[in-house]
């Protein structure tokens, strides 16, 4: 048998590479909220890396298509809620043919490496760790284009509630996709060579389990409490629900009236909590310095705010003297959501969808950190809780506790807040900081530093949390080193790629 038929055989016919490949993204999708069985992250990563075993391009291009196309499609269902099918298909299509591009170079490893470096050891430890380094690369190209990137479905953001999301603050989030996937793939050489039948071949891959489940949380340091309240208004706050004038804030006041009188810190109210801009609204304005008076605490609001020509989806701390001279712009506006980019073009191929989209919000530049008497407090608006820039900025600023505001109502009764959640669960547990989750509709809560939580409002209901939030300051590997093992991996993924190439051409 020639090396080159070696190289081409697949383990699989396309037509089971195909149905693996689905198979695959159904579990995956499971392995994320609503069901949240994480557990299924691993034969899903297992699944899908064994039908890429032996495929050429083409074939790689196909699998990985059916892969993404069918893991968002079920993943962000909830985008189809209101907007219709449209802008659900087209996300799903655009996020599988990424997914599908970013997994070719995961099969060019399988069949230059193992050449390239043919060894156990090369098998066994070279060939896992650039697979995995490449899934890491695939996920990170996904987080940054185009538009800015949807980073949602990092395979360790899946870990929200197991116990490998202490890992997350070792190493990052994206550290913890590459070990997740280095043990499947490490599984799957053992497996295939027979090495199973060798015990001393299974203490790598016992050590790797050992480390992933029992590696506990990186320590930062304890430096008091403040007392928050967060209020979820339940008010008409979705994109198309009819609302009488002023009846969000009037919504958010209602929930907050139980609070009068308690010892109260900060007031947090969500994203979207007002019915329009405080600065060009004298109504507004008086609301919210009579409810920062009554609770006698600032209040941390978010509106649409307009500068010049400009609109940004803002958070402003506002005083009992009626001044805000904190705010933070959101970073990361949602494309197609908060602004249409190439507005000319695609308002020619879907005039009626894009005429929805009014207003262009601009991305902010301002820090995502407010201070409340000595205390800073990191932010991060919606979405912006899945950008690890926002995050990272945040604690770099000297944040002690973060607050996360967003409005849920365009997506009720789906698995958007659901998801959205876990994601807020597991930057407490990888910054090592308190976290309070609030939303205009649900599900809100106040989560601890090790992501258990403490206060929750259930959906669809009004309410109010009121906490001793531990303040927490100290940075955490997770976060200092973090960024940086993102760009080894991404491009000690690509380079140990093409050593490969060249490697498996000279033998």
Same mark, same amino acid.
């Given at each position: 048998?020639?090396?080159?038929?070696?190289?081409?055989?697949?383990?699989?016919?396309?037509?089971?590479?195909?149905?693996?490949?689905?198979?695959?993204?159904?579990?995956?999708?499971?392995?994320?909220?609503?069901?949240?069985?994480?557990?299924?992250?691993?034969?899903?990563?297992?699944?899908? %890396?064994?039908?890429? $075993? +032996?495929?050429?391009?083409?074939?790689? *291009?196909? @699998?990985? /298509? &059916?892969?993404?196309?069918v893991f968002f499609a079920l993943l962000v269902s909830w985008t189809s809620r209101y907007l219709g099918p449209l802008p659900w298909a087209a996300l799903s299509v655009v996020e599988g043919v990424l997914t599908a591009v970013g997994l070719i170079p995961v099969t060019l490893a399988y069949g230059w490496l193992p050449r390239a470096w043919p060894g156990v050891a090369g098998r066994l430890l070279t060939l896992p760790a650039v697979v995995a380094a490449l899934w890491v690369g695939r996920e990170l190209f996904l987080g940054w284009w185009p538009y800015g990137g949807f980073p949602w479905a990092r395979l360790g953001m899946s870990q929200a509630e197991s116990?490998?999301?202490? %890992?997350?603050?070792? $190493? +990052?989030?994206?550290?913890?996709?590459? *070990?997740? @996937?280095? /043990? &499947?793939?490490?599984v799957i050489e053992i497996i295939r060579m027979g090495l199973w039948r060798r015990p001393i071949t299974l203490l790598a891959p016992a050590a790797l389990v050992l480390i992933l489940f029992?590696?506990?949380?990186?320590?930062?340091?304890?430096?008091?409490?403040?007392?928050?309240?967060?209020?979820?208004?339940?008010?008409?706050?979705?994109?198309?629900?009819?609302?009488?004038?002023?009846?969000?804030?009037?919504?958010?006041?209602?929930?907050?009236e139980p609070l009068y009188g308690e010892d109260v810190d900060l007031l947090v109210?969500?994203?979207?909590?007002?019915?329009?801009?405080?600065?060009?609204?004298?109504?507004?304005?008086?609301?919210?310095?009579?409810?920062?008076?009554?609770?006698?605490?600032?209040?941390?609001?978010?509106?649409?705010?307009?500068?010049?020509?400009?609109?940004?989806?803002?958070?402003?701390?506002?005083?009992?003297?009626?001044?805000?001279?904190?705010?933070?712009?959101?970073?990361?506006?949602?494309?197609?959501?908060?602004?249409?980019?190439?507005?000319?073009?695609?308002?020619?191929?879907?005039?009626?969808?894009?005429?929805?989209?009014?207003?262009?919000?601009?991305?902010?530049?301002?820090?995502?950190?407010?201070?409340?008497?000595?205390?800073r407090v990191g932010l991060a608006i919606c979405f912006d809780v899945i950008y690890d820039d926002v995050i990272t900025e945040g604690?770099?600023?000297?944040?002690?506790?973060?607050?996360?505001?967003?409005?849920?109502?365009?997506?009720?009764?789906?698995?958007?807040?659901?998801?959205?959640?876990?994601?807020?669960?597991?930057?407490?547990?990888?910054?090592?900081?308190?976290?309070?989750?609030?939303?205009?509709?649900?599900?809100?809560?106040?989560?601890l530093p090790d992501g258990r939580t403490v206060t929750s409002l259930d959906a669809d209901e009004a309410g109010a949390m009121l906490e001793d939030v531990e303040l927490r300051s100290g940075l955490t590997a997770g976060i200092v080193l973090g960024p940086w093992l993102q760009q080894v991996l991404l491009w000690g993924g690509l380079g140990a790629l093409g050593l490969g190439w060249w490697r498996a051409r000279r033998r």
């Open positions: 048998m020639t090396e080159a038929s070696v190289r081409r055989r697949a383990l699989l016919p396309l037509w089971a590479a195909v149905l693996l490949a689905g198979l695959a993204a159904l579990l995956m999708d499971l392995a994320f909220p609503e069901a949240a069985i994480w557990i299924l992250a691993f034969p899903a990563a297992a699944l899908l %890396l064994l039908a890429l $075993i +032996g495929r050429r391009a083409g074939g790689a *291009l196909l @699998v990985g /298509l &059916v892969y993404g196309v116990p490998l999301a202490a %890992l997350s603050s070792w $190493i +990052g989030v994206s550290g913890l996709s590459f *070990l997740m @996937v280095f /043990l &499947v793939a490490m029992f590696t506990p949380l990186f320590p930062t340091t304890p430096s008091g409490s403040m007392r928050i309240a967060a209020v979820q208004g339940n008010g008409p706050t979705g994109y198309f629900d009819e609302r009488e004038p002023f009846a969000v804030i009037q919504a958010q006041t209602e929930a907050t109210w969500p994203e979207g909590g007002l019915d329009t801009d405080p600065f060009a609204n004298s109504v507004i304005a008086r609301r919210m310095t009579l409810v920062s008076n009554r609770i006698d605490a600032p209040l941390l609001a978010n509106a649409a705010t307009g500068r010049g020509n400009l609109y940004y989806n803002t958070s402003m701390l506002w005083l009992q003297d009626g001044t805000a001279p904190q705010k933070h712009d959101k970073r990361h506006p949602v494309p197609f959501g908060e602004y249409v980019p190439d507005r000319a073009f695609f308002n020619a191929l879907v005039p009626d969808l894009i005429g929805l989209i009014q207003r262009e919000y601009t991305p902010g530049t301002n820090p995502p950190i407010v201070e409340v008497g000595d205390v604690l770099n600023g000297g944040a002690e506790v973060l607050v996360f505001q967003t409005n849920n109502a365009d997506f009720r009764g789906t698995d958007e807040n659901l998801q959205q959640l876990a994601f807020a669960r597991m930057r407490a547990i990888e910054t090592g900081r308190s976290v309070v989750n609030i939303s205009t509709v649900g599900t809100s809560q106040v989560i």
